[in-house]
């Protein structure tokens, strides 16, 4: 493969990993997370209720749907129950992104829960895979799905939050391309600082990453960093939309990506649909995303 369109796949997911997501505070939002009170409850003719067990009975139990409504159900119609993970809006339960640590395909200050894991494909060709090691350790990788590319590079992101709090969460990652039949390129990437603040439906994301390269008998890093900005916000119990924006050093002669995105979220997968647009000394183009998530070993709002 050549040294030109590894750099090329180099810089599509260097600038990627930049991006971490911060959250602002939702007040018109009711937190279910932590909450024993709000259950999911399934019943056997496959409908699902959401709300508060008020009284148990012997073999009646009595609901409190979150939109208010009172049922008394028999304990042979439930076929499970647990709590929920999501929040409350307007009387309906809106169900957690499951793609919480990413936003299009960068990955944001949250963490994945140890056994927790996910299958990606961004932009369709570049797979990865992705799993928690630990509540704070993250190990990824994967090879692009390209002919001549296609077990020729192989990249690897690791990540470690720092701090992960109720609605903030920091990380430090790098994400690592090599190139095993190429010594003299040897391996390149970036190393990354990201932050998130903020609530899982609504938030902001700012980063910053040094591009490094050894092989051949050498090393160097990058002096100056490429910042990020994104962030995220939900308008609806299934959609989400997404930015991500990367503005590169000036040696690259003020090359800037901007991006915007819709996410359509589902119990374990996610599906990013949107634009992107690259500009450089008054030039510039544009070209769709496609991104597919799904998500393994969580304790989604269905899980049995």
């Known amino acids: 493969m050549s040294k030109t369109i590894s750099r090329l796949l180099g810089f599509a997911f260097f600038a990627g990993a930049l991006q971490p997501a911060a959250a602002q505070t939702d007040t018109s939002r009711t937190p279910v997370v932590g909450s024993a009170t709000v259950m999911e409850v399934r019943l056997r003719d496959g409908s699902v209720l959401y709300g508060t067990i008020e009284r148990v009975a ?106 992960q709090r109720e609605r903030s969460a920091i990380s430090v990652g790098a994400l690592a391309f090599a190139l095993p039949n190429d010594t003299d390129e040897g391996t390149f990437g970036i190393a990354y600082s990201a932050g998130t603040w903020g609530t899982r439906d609504r938030a902001i994301t700012a980063g910053a990453g040094w ?5 051949g008998g050498k090393s160097s890093m990058t002096n100056a960093p490429v910042l990020v900005l994104g962030g995220e916000a939900r308008v609806s119990r299934r959609v989400k939309l997404l930015t991500e924006n990367w503005v590169f ?32 000394s008054g030039a510039g183009c544009c070209f769709p995303m496609v991104n597919f998530v799904w998500n393994f070993g969580r304790e989604s709002s269905t899980r049995r």
Do not use: C
């Open 58 to 163: 012997g073999d009646t139990f009595v609901l409190r749907t979150v939109s208010g409504v009172r049922m008394e159900l028999t304990a042979d119609q439930i076929k499970s129950q647990q709590r929920a993970v999501g929040s409350v809006v307007g009387g309906e339960y809106w169900p957690e992104d499951p793609n919480h640590t990413r936003l299009l395909f960068t990955s944001t200050g949250r963490a994945l829960g140890a056994g927790e894991g996910y299958v990606s494909a961004y932009f369709l060709f570049f797979p990865m895979v992705a799993y928690g090691v630990t509540d704070r350790f993250t190990i990824a990788g994967g090879t692009p799905i390209i002919p001549g590319a296609m077990g020729e590079v192989f990249y690897v992101a690791p990540k470690f939050t720092v701090s």
């Open 211 to 215: 591009g490094f390269q050894w092989g």
């Open 249 to 280: 050093p000036n040696g690259s002669d003020g090359f800037t990506l901007v991006s915007g995105a819709v996410r359509f979220i589902g119990e374990r997968l996610s599906t990013d649909f949107g634009l992107m647009g690259a500009a450089q």
